[in-house]
């Protein structure tokens, strides 16, 4: 859940960074007095702390063999060398410590760095450990090194796993459901079983039938009336099974008319085969027509783009249907996931907030026959109001798009989902057109689909190009009026 939290700020010159142990260049000719400074200096090295967390703040004074922040006038001590950007390359990037503290939320770079920082290192070699240490356990070079953890991957799989679920007693009262559900390995091996469990139990009861009333001493006994003919062991009796549930007959083996347990049983095999057949030919033919194979066929793009619309800044998608089959009552709507922290200190993880693509004006409606941008208008209820192209790539979010509709040719509900994070948004960009007008019909050339172009738009938020918007109004007012006032002095 980390991915989701709020980047911590790239200005540090409020935080500044941590402090550097001094490197005094060794004279060929220095003096046994030296030997103070000497001590002094590897005392400080052993007392340096480590770079995941920093010092604090002196208020006055100097340490010897330590050197200051904003050195003095008449400081004795060498200032500190330049640190080589190719042996530590992140060492210019520190942020505040507050950015880790998430309650609720385990990390394993926090455990790394608490263990680390509780071995005392050696004198020598520890500004290459501090640029390692810079490198591989900073949190914020971790999180961009590894791979971003979505809500919902791009083909719409919710990366949500449920764990602890004490009442599974609640999966069998649906067992419907759940047969569905299941994936198509166990899904076979569940509609196999059925019938082969059911072969061989009622193939056991009519051996154990046979077997009690003596049909198997008594073969080829042609003064015998056996109750099943032909059944002369279980390989018989498991033939005469499968052939009784699957309506074969071959004429062999069959129930006669001197018991009636042979009859009862008869019935009761074809009854149970008749509500296998429903059941498990039911599930098949739902699990093969499921509308989640048709959500296949309805793409979105790969990126979204910010850019005015109408004079709007506006953030946009476009969505298509690969299929000629026309999806009905399509309907589209967008979430918006992102953690924050209330003013009372809660922490709310993937909080979800709507995102209006025109709920009210009933644009989210579609028809779609050709490939649509669809447009969200940020506006002062959008949480992208005060949101600038700078800002953005700051910010952790994620972006749920879930496209609803009728198939066609079965009449099911079909859902398709995507998603964005703010890596997938270009700002400054728009969608090249993918129609064109052909032999009197509408062509659509999906190979232009992700096509973008770069158009000028304003690095600056909704929010500053609404004030400034207002400012320019208010000013051209204020010089109307004195434009007005100037030509009619007299006016009352």
Not at 157 to 170: A, D, F, M, T
Not at 284 to 299: E, W
Not at 305 to 314: A, G, N, P, Q, Y
Request: charge should be neutral; glycine fraction near 6%.
């Amino acid at each position: 859940m980390l991915a989701y939290l709020p980047r911590p700020p790239t200005d540090t010159s409020q935080y500044g960074t941590f402090p550097q142990k001094p490197e005094l260049p060794a004279a060929p000719g220095a003096p046994a007095e030296d030997g103070w400074q000497q001590v002094s200096t590897a005392a400080a090295k052993r007392s340096a702390p480590m770079p995941n967390h920093p010092s604090p703040p002196r208020r006055s004074g100097i340490v010897p063999g330590e050197p200051s922040l904003l050195p003095s006038r008449g400081s004795l001590t060498a200032p500190p060398r330049p640190s080589n950007p190719s042996r530590c390359p992140s060492a210019a990037r520190w942020y505040p410590l507050h950015a880790l503290s998430v309650p609720n939320i385990p990390s394993s770079s926090r455990g790394k760095t608490v263990a680390r920082s509780t071995a005392a290192p050696s004198p020598e070699g520890l500004q290459s450990r501090r640029c390692k240490l810079l490198e591989e356990d900073g949190p914020v070079v971790q999180a961009s090194k590894r791979q971003r953890q979505r809500y919902v991957t791009k083909v719409g799989k919710c990366q949500v796993n449920l764990g602890n679920i004490q009442e599974k007693k609640r999966f069998l009262s649906d067992i419907f459901t759940t047969i569905v559900d299941l994936k198509y390995r166990w899904f076979l091996f569940v509609f196999m079983m059925c019938y082969i469990v059911t072969w061989v139990a009622f193939g056991t009861v009519y051996f154990f039938d046979a077997w009690v009333r003596g049909d198997i001493e008594h073969r080829g006994d042609p003064q015998w009336q056996a109750c099943i003919e032909n059944v002369d062991g279980f390989i018989s009796a498991l033939l005469f099974s499968v052939e009784s549930q699957r309506t074969i007959g071959y004429g062999s083996r069959m129930v006669t008319a001197n018991c009636a347990e042979g009859v009862i049983l008869l019935m009761a095999q074809s009854i149970v085969g008749s509500m296998i057949d429903a059941l498990m030919v039911g599930c098949m033919f739902v699990k093969i027509s499921r509308p989640k194979k048709r959500a296949q066929t309805l793409i979105f793009s790969k990126n979204c783009v910010i850019s005015h619309r109408d004079e709007k800044l506006c953030l946009m998608f476009r969505v298509g249907d690969l299929r000629e089959s026309h999806m009905v009552d399509a309907k589209i709507r967008a979430k918006l996931i992102k953690s924050r922290q209330t003013a009372e200190g809660e922490f709310i993880p993937l909080e979800q907030s709507e995102l209006n693509l025109g709920y009210d004006t009933g644009e989210d409606r579609l028809f779609l026959v050709e490939p649509q941008i669809i447009c969200h208008v940020i506006n002062r209820r959008s949480p992208f109001w005060d949101m600038s192209a700078e800002s953005l790539r700051r910010e952790q979010f994620e972006i749920i798009i879930i496209l609803e509709g009728i198939v066609e040719a079965t009449g099911m509900t079909c859902q398709a989902r995507t998603s964005y994070t703010e890596d997938e948004i270009l700002w400054g960009y728009r969608f090249e057109p993918c129609m064109s007008l052909e032999k009197g019909a509408f062509q659509v050339d999906y190979s232009r689909f992700e096509m973008t172009f770069e158009v000028q738009t304003p690095a600056a938020s909704a929010k500053e190009l609404q004030e400034l918007k207002e400012l320019e109004q208010q000013e051209h007012s204020t010089l109307s009026l004195y434009w007005d006032h100037l030509l009619h002095p007299c006016a009352p």
